[in-house]
């Protein structure tokens, strides 16, 4: 009974902002190519979705492989800046300014140097995405107490097992909660990658509607691209219930 | 074997300003219990890292086991729970044979073996924060047991228990002692506990620390909690701290 | 001076400084401000504007499909926009007329760098064609393309964003969608000698690159001040036009930042483009440009010339023989 509540609310506010929205666009008279109503996008999204499922294809490419290398390299750079300080203070202030680079400044370099396939977008969705990851896992790794490592080190343990059997696995609560962040930004740096050289994708969808006054289109594409986003946080979640097994039980 | 697992010889430690150990100098017979008594912050821990190895004295000589001070040769309880949170209570209590590298199978059947003994059959696939307190304190030292060393040195494991689990841990210690007949170094701040369970009681000064007080506990075991005998070598040993020790 | 007469005397100012203030007229361009521009810049400066009673504000909108939004809604009074943008928005039912142009010329076509080895459209067989705008770019170099009698398979169309002049110069691509009036000249300040195809030259209609739109009830509201300033626009372009150099020093007075050698050089190339008395009545023009978009389909619909432009408002009057 209770999983029936928890459904039900976040869907009635759902359906209540739905019904604010629509009602306002038909009160107000506001103009389709401004703020199309919630009916009219629907109605689009459905009579377009094999396109709109097309471009989703492609964004997701970019948005997975831009996770992979924002995760995989955002957890190598907090490994690496853990155990050397010197790299520590050397990188550790780059990696906070990468993060007011604003994309388009950095985007045509990229294209530049990686052409206009699958990568460059991938690129710029990892340079949004590994930020959370390269936080997290830092402070995750830190975590163990200091009874904890004395009591490896009183064991014998080499650094290596110090690292596997106990800051990487107490880092993984952290690391999934950065992950989930990490999921809304590659979204976001996979659209605005395409908006700066593609041929394909939501972004690339977005740009073209927004050209033709189709701001329906506009706000279908992005009705799709909340759609990834939510499968991916939930694909995020589902992993991290599996692998913090031990967190979950009271 | 040498008849002493443990030699302390003027061992001298400082941090920064702060001088923690001066000094300090005892032996512990193989096969015995020593405990240490003294006030928090004394730098008991501090001796118990230096006897494990972790840490290095500034001055002064420690033989643990066979060699002199080598990490490894005695197995540490740390004061806090260090259970690991995402490993069963099996795999907290073979955490000694995995880095050693022991055949997974034996240590698993060991363990088994140890948790039956310990009462905590039927808890393997727990995870510790499905244990209650004093179930984690036997995970604890059924992991310590583990790890096969001569000597084990325990810092405070019981303080954080309430008194009717601590008694039941201490009674099992007891039993585990007698059985394995490890040589143990206690290091705790109950003047009653100490009693209970040591041959030797060694106490500790306040900063900086130094042995002030080295004495036998002349009682048979058996020991009774409630005996008039516990209580008057009680009272002893208090008169003798309040008395001499600063 | 005593209180009261100081008094009096500020009350005085206030009232006529009311009675001389006029409510403006806002006016969206349709980028940056650039060298396309100079002749409403240069009639702001000049004070032609206020000359003819009226206060003319420009503003640069936030994305290059926003102008006809602010006017269809009137945010702005006035939207700066090429014909093509203005047709595809009328096709989606915005609320809008056109009532005069600055530049009565198409500007776009494709650009090569003749280091390459280009040197007719023919040497594009093979190559990689970069573009910015979609939908429409791809659609607009496919028909000079085709005209040429080169196949779709035979040439790569990428979008490139909007670093279209880095991809080219970097040889990421081989030609790209550019303005003849400003690209070059960016590729030739880098040393790099080019090439230009103009789009009218291989089947893409004439068109009014730039012209003004307002939201229908403008023309009855505020039909005198919009007539206004248009005529304020036709004596800036027609003092540019005659008298470049004072022009250019005026914009760049006004933007010192655009005082360089590219905007120079932008600027001499578009003082034949500028529309003569604002002018974008020429019915072929419209129907011309309606056809082709609709053949191919960027707009679904077709309107009448009423319904698309007046030449109500034009300073010179209607075209003889209307």
């Given at each position: 009974?209770?999983?029936?509540?928890?459904?039900?609310?976040?869907?009635?506010?759902?359906?209540?902002?739905?019904?604010?929205?629509?009602?306002?666009?038909?009160?107000?008279?506001?103009?389709?190519?401004?703020?199309?109503?919630?009916?009219?996008?629907?109605?689009?999204?459905?009579?377009?979705?094999?396109?709109?499922?097309?471009?989703?294809?492609?964004?997701?490419?970019?948005?997975?492989?831009?996770?992979?290398?924002?995760?995989?390299?955002?957890?190598?750079?907090?490994?690496?800046?853990?155990?050397?300080?010197?790299?520590?203070?050397?990188?550790?202030?780059?990696?906070?300014?990468?993060?007011?680079?604003?994309?388009?400044?950095?985007?045509?370099?990229?294209?530049?140097?990686?052409?206009?396939?699958?990568?460059?977008?991938?690129?710029?969705?990892?340079?949004?995405?590994?930020?959370?990851?390269?936080?997290?896992?830092?402070?995750?790794?830190?975590?163990?107490?200091?009874?904890?490592?004395?009591?490896?080190?009183?064991?014998?343990?080499?650094?290596?097992?110090?690292?596997?059997?106990?800051?990487?696995?107490?880092?993984?609560?952290?690391?999934?909660?950065?992950?989930?962040?990490?999921?809304?930004?590659?979204?976001?740096?996979?659209?605005?990658?395409?908006?700066?050289?593609?041929?394909?994708?939501?972004?690339?969808?977005?740009?073209?509607?927004?050209?033709?006054?189709?701001?329906?289109?506009?706000?279908?594409?992005?009705?799709?691209?909340?759609?990834?986003?939510?499968?991916?946080?939930?694909?995020?979640?589902?992993?991290?219930?599996?692998?913090?097994?031990?967190?979950?039980?009271? | 074997?040498?008849?002493?697992?443990?030699?302390?010889?003027?061992?001298?430690?400082?941090?920064?300003?702060?001088?923690?150990?001066?000094?300090?100098?005892?032996?512990?017979?193989?096969?015995?219990?020593?405990?240490i008594?003294?006030?928090?912050?004394?730098?008991k821990t501090t001796l118990l890292r230096i006897l494990t190895?972790l840490?290095?004295?500034?001055?002064?000589?420690?033989?643990?086991?066979?060699?002199?001070?080598?990490?490894?040769?005695a197995?540490y309880?740390p004061q806090?729970?260090?259970?690991?949170?995402?490993?069963?209570?099996?795999?907290?209590?073979?955490?000694?044979?995995?880095?050693?590298?022991?055949?997974?199978?034996?240590?698993?059947?060991?363990?088994?073996?140890?948790?039956?003994?310990?009462?905590?059959?039927?808890?393997?696939?727990?995870?510790?924060?499905?244990?209650?307190?004093?179930?984690?304190?036997?995970?604890?030292?059924?992991?310590?047991?583990?790890?096969?060393?001569?000597?084990?040195l325990l810092d405070?494991?019981?303080?954080?228990?309430?008194?009717?689990?601590?008694?039941?841990?201490?009674?099992?210690?007891?039993?585990?002692?007698?059985?394995?007949?490890?040589?143990?170094l206690?290091v705790?701040?109950?003047?009653?506990?100490?009693?209970?369970?040591?041959?030797?009681?060694?106490?500790?000064?306040?900063?900086?620390?130094?042995?002030?007080?080295?004495?036998?506990?002349?009682?048979?075991?058996?020991?009774?909690?409630?005996?008039?005998?516990?209580?008057?070598?009680?009272?002893?040993?208090?008169?003798?701290?309040?008395?001499?020790?600063? | 001076?005593?209180?009261?007469?100081?008094?009096?005397?500020?009350?005085?100012?206030?009232?006529?400084?009311?009675?001389?203030?006029?409510?403006?007229?806002?006016?969206?361009?349709?980028?940056?401000?650039?060298?396309?521009?100079?002749?409403?810049?240069?009639?702001?400066?000049?004070?032609?504007?206020?000359?003819?009673?009226?206060?003319?504000?420009?503003?640069?909108?936030?994305?290059?499909?926003?102008?006809?939004?602010?006017?269809?809604?009137?945010?702005?009074?006035?939207?700066?926009?090429?014909?093509?943008?203005?047709?595809?928005?009328?096709?989606?039912?915005?609320?809008?007329?056109?009532?005069?142009?600055?530049?009565?010329?198409?500007?776009?076509?494709?650009?090569?760098?003749?280091?390459?080895?280009?040197?007719?459209?023919?040497?594009?067989?093979?190559?990689?064609?970069?573009?910015?705008?979609?939908?429409?770019?791809?659609?607009?170099?496919?028909?000079?393309?085709?005209?040429?009698?080169?196949?779709?398979?035979?040439?790569?169309?990428?979008?490139?964003?909007?670093?279209?002049?880095?991809?080219?110069?970097?040889?990421?691509?081989?030609?790209?969608?550019?303005?003849?009036?400003?690209?070059?000249?960016?590729?030739?300040?880098?040393?790099?000698?080019?090439?230009?195809?103009?789009?009218?030259?291989?089947?893409?209609?004439?068109?009014?690159?730039?012209?003004?739109?307002?939201?229908?009830?403008?023309?009855?509201?505020?039909?005198?001040?919009?007539?206004?300033?248009?005529?304020?626009?036709?004596?800036?372009?027609?003092?540019?036009?005659?008298?470049?150099?004072?022009?250019?020093?005026?914009?760049?007075?006004?933007?010192?930042?655009?005082?360089?050698?590219?905007?120079?050089?932008?600027?001499?190339?578009?003082?034949?483009?500028?529309?003569?008395?604002?002018?974008?009545?020429?019915?072929?023009?419209?129907?011309?440009?309606?056809?082709?978009?609709?053949?191919?389909?960027?707009?679904?619909?077709?309107?009448?010339?009423?319904?698309?432009?007046?030449?109500?408002?034009?300073?010179?009057?209607?075209?003889?023989?209307?």
């Open positions: 009974m209770k999983r029936l509540t928890d459904v039900a609310a976040p869907v009635a506010l759902l359906v209540l902002l739905l019904a604010i929205w629509e009602g306002a666009t038909w009160l107000l008279d506001v103009p389709h190519y401004i703020l199309p109503a919630p009916s009219r996008i629907a109605g689009t999204f459905i009579s377009h979705f094999p396109s709109l499922f097309h471009h989703a294809v492609a964004t997701l490419a970019e948005i997975v492989l831009g996770l992979l290398l924002g995760g995989l390299g955002g957890f190598a750079l907090a490994v690496a800046v853990f155990y050397s300080p010197v790299l520590e203070r050397a990188l550790y202030p780059l990696i906070v300014a990468s993060q007011m680079i604003p994309v388009f400044a950095i985007a045509p370099l990229l294209i530049v140097w990686m052409g206009y396939g699958l990568w460059p977008k991938a690129t710029v969705a990892a340079l949004i995405g590994f930020f959370p990851i390269v936080v997290n896992a830092s402070d995750g790794l830190r975590s163990p107490s200091e009874e904890s490592v004395e009591l490896f080190r009183s064991l014998g343990a080499t650094r290596r097992q110090i690292f596997t059997k106990l800051r990487f696995p107490a880092s993984l609560p952290t690391l999934f909660a950065g992950m989930k962040v990490a999921v809304t930004l590659c979204v976001v740096g996979a659209t605005i990658g395409e908006w700066v050289g593609a041929h394909r994708g939501l972004g690339y969808l977005m740009l073209q509607s927004n050209a033709l006054l189709r701001v329906d289109l506009v706000f279908a594409a992005i009705l799709m691209l909340s759609i990834l986003g939510l499968l991916l946080f939930g694909a995020v979640r589902i992993i991290e219930r599996r692998a913090l097994r031990w967190r979950d039980i009271s | 074997m040498s008849s002493r697992a443990i030699a302390v010889r003027g061992v001298a430690k400082s941090f920064a300003e702060t001088h923690v150990l001066n000094s300090v100098t005892f032996d512990v017979k193989t096969g015995t219990w020593a405990t008594l003294g006030p928090s912050g004394c730098g190895g840490l290095d004295p500034d001055a002064g000589d420690v033989v643990v086991g066979f060699a002199p001070g080598l990490t490894g040769c197995a309880l806090r729970d260090t259970l690991l949170p995402w490993r069963t209570a099996l795999d907290n209590a073979t955490l000694a044979s995995e880095i050693e590298g022991r055949p997974r199978a034996e240590a698993r059947a060991e363990a088994v073996e140890l948790f039956a003994h310990f009462g905590l059959a039927g808890f393997e696939d727990r995870f510790p924060s499905q244990l209650s307190g004093g179930m984690r304190q036997r995970l604890s030292l059924i992991r310590t047991f583990l790890a096969r060393r001569d000597v084990l405070e494991p019981l303080g954080a228990l309430d008194p009717l689990t601590r008694a039941t841990l201490q009674d099992w210690l007891l039993l585990v002692w007698t059985e394995f007949r490890k040589t143990i206690l705790t701040h109950d003047v009653e506990e100490a009693l209970l369970l040591s041959d030797r009681v060694l106490v500790m000064t306040e900063r900086p620390a130094s042995i002030a007080l080295d004495t036998p506990v002349e009682l048979r075991r058996p020991r009774d909690r409630a005996s008039a005998d516990l209580a008057a070598e009680k009272g002893k040993l208090l008169q003798m701290l309040l008395g001499g020790g600063r | 001076m005593k209180r009261g007469t100081l008094v009096g005397l500020l009350v005085a100012i206030l009232c006529v400084g009311t009675a001389l203030a006029r409510e403006s007229l806002e006016v969206s361009l349709d980028f940056f401000i650039n060298p396309n521009h100079v002749p409403l810049v240069v009639a702001q400066e000049l004070g032609y504007f206020a000359d003819e009673g009226i206060d003319a504000v420009l503003r640069v909108p936030a994305d290059p499909s926003n102008p006809v939004k602010l006017a269809a809604t009137r945010a702005v009074d006035i939207a700066l926009t090429p014909q093509i943008n203005y047709l595809i928005a009328r096709s989606e039912g915005l609320p809008l007329v056109a009532i005069g142009a600055l530049i009565d010329r198409g500007l776009g076509g494709l650009l090569a760098l003749r280091d390459r080895g280009i040197d007719s459209i023919d040497d594009l067989r093979g190559a990689r064609i970069g573009y910015s705008l979609t939908p429409l770019e791809p659609i607009l170099w496919r028909t000079m393309l085709d005209c040429a009698g080169i196949g779709e398979d035979e040439v790569q169309l990428i979008h490139v964003g909007y670093a279209t002049m880095q991809s080219l110069l970097a040889g990421s691509v081989d030609a790209v969608g550019a303005f003849r009036n400003f690209e070059p000249f960016v590729a030739e300040l880098e040393g790099a000698s080019t090439v230009f195809f103009p789009q009218e030259d291989y089947c893409i209609p004439e068109t009014y690159e730039l012209i003004l739109v307002v939201h229908p009830d403008l023309l009855s509201e505020r039909g005198d001040e919009l007539a206004a300033f248009l005529r304020g626009v036709a004596r800036g372009i027609e003092t540019t036009v005659s008298e470049p150099e004072a022009a250019f020093t005026a914009f760049a007075t006004a933007h010192p930042d655009l005082d360089d050698e590219l905007n120079h050089r932008s600027f001499e190339a578009t003082l034949p483009l500028y529309a003569e008395g604002v002018r974008h009545d020429d019915p072929e023009i419209w129907e011309g440009m309606q056809d082709y978009l609709s053949e191919r389909g960027l707009i679904a619909n077709v309107l009448s010339l009423e319904e698309l432009f007046t030449d109500a408002l034009l300073p010179d009057g209607p075209q003889p023989g209307e």
